[in-house]
């Protein structure tokens, strides 16, 4: 049980080459790799501000290389902070060793003693601090109970499956009873299935202990689920920060807008215009007035008439015969069931729309390759976004 607070943390990895030619003085950093790369070296985490309350489960979410479990690292102590201070508590931790911080980490490759049994590998930390026998019993035991794992307590891991194994990785780190519970991707290595089962089982644990999470994992899916707070990373740079219903119905730019949301949205060159001070979108044959909450925020930030990126999630998109509305191409029609899915070509772009099985009746089948359609779409469910900077318009 405690709080985070991470202020200005950047974490930056030295040149591997001392004879690498170094910038000019003055000149602007040069970009390798989509990061950030200074006098110093590569900027792995740049300018991270964070504020974790007490007993938040908050996920870092983001692409492969976006700085996310480096920053996890940092909060472990497993890595060296190269500005910036780390606080748990109101107490500055930058220096202080992982092992007197009291944090618990389970990682993505379970770690586990292959000699050892579920039960020693759980209780191997609080043998180490050498706490009472009946103590250590006891914690194993409890912890074991939380997560349905007493009866494989005599086992050694390689007679677990990989989720009972993640199950003895998360009970070893449980029964240290710590202030934060660190988590990297630890339903990474899982099926979809085990996956599923193990979202669900963590949701439960953190019902059940008091203490601060920070989960990290590329997967938005598990971090639409879990996170009270959900901050989705690019590039070491900190892209969105709110809960997770914040960051799908109001993405900051267009990078969260396409990595937020499953299948992702689809996107479009379009035209916002103003016609007696209310603002439209126009989208090949089909003029939108925006709604009345969009309208206001565009005013407040005094929006001019431009060519911007229109922004629709697929499930907000409606099949329509009206001819205020955009022509489409069908390139493949996928049955998921309750649903299909529509692959198109429309306005020049590749867009999906999710069509309800029962709103179509006899015409599920219709949708042959090459066959044609038209779709339209509330203007309460656009989003746009700036073609100069990729910010949204609205904030």
Do not use: W
């Not at 194993?140 to 050694?156: F, G, H, N, P, S």
């Amino acid at each position: 049980m405690a709080t985070v607070s991470l202020q200005h943390i950047q974490k930056i990895y030295p040149h591997s080459d001392v004879k690498k030619k170094r910038n000019k003085k003055g000149a602007a950093p040069e970009k390798k790799n989509n990061l950030k790369v200074t006098e110093q070296g590569v900027v792995a985490v740049d300018d991270f501000n964070l504020e974790i309350a007490d007993r938040e489960f908050i996920v870092l979410v983001g692409p492969s290389g976006c700085g996310k479990s480096t920053t996890l690292r940092m909060v472990a102590g497993l890595e060296d902070i190269t500005d910036g201070d780390l606080l748990i508590d109101g107490v500055r931790v930058n220096d202080v060793p992982p092992k007197y911080r009291d944090i618990a980490m389970v990682f993505q490759s379970y770690a586990l003693y292959p000699h050892k049994t579920v039960y020693e590998n759980m209780a191997f930390s609080l043998r180490l601090k050498k706490l009472p026998k009946d103590e250590i019993d006891q914690k194993v035991r409890e912890a074991a109970e939380i997560l349905d794992i007493t009866q494989y307590l005599d086992r050694k891991p390689k007679a677990l499956s990989g989720g009972q194994r993640q199950r003895v990785a998360i009970g070893r780190a449980i029964v240290r009873n710590p202030k934060v519970f660190l988590m990297d991707e630890p339903l990474s290595n899982l099926d979809a299935k085990l996956r599923n089962q193990m979202r669900a089982e963590i949701i439960k644990l953190r019902q059940r202990i008091d203490t601060t999470f920070i989960y990290v994992t590329h997967d938005q899916t598990e971090a639409m689920t879990l996170g009270d707070r959900i901050v989705i990373m690019k590039d070491g740079v900190i892209q969105q920060t709110g809960t997770p219903q914040e960051v799908f119905n109001h993405p900051a730019n267009l990078f969260v807008a396409g990595f937020i949301g499953v299948p992702q949205m689809n996107f479009f060159d379009a035209e916002l215009l103003t016609e007696d001070g209310t603002y439209y979108v126009r989208l090949g044959n089909a003029t939108v007035a925006l709604s009345e909450e969009k309208q206001a925020r565009l005013r407040e930030n005094g929006v001019e008439p431009q060519t911007i990126t229109l922004g629709v999630r697929p499930e907000n998109i409606s099949l329509t015969e009206a001819t205020n509305s955009v022509d489409a191409e069908v390139d493949v029609s996928e049955m998921m069931g309750s649903e299909v899915h529509l692959h198109l070509n429309a306005a020049g772009r590749d867009a999906i729309i999710i069509v309800p099985t029962l709103t179509l009746g006899e015409n599920v089948d219709n949708f042959t390759p090459g066959s044609t359609l038209r779709f339209s779409f509330g203007g309460n469910v656009a989003h746009l976004f700036s073609k100069e900077t990729e910010r949204n318009l609205e904030f």
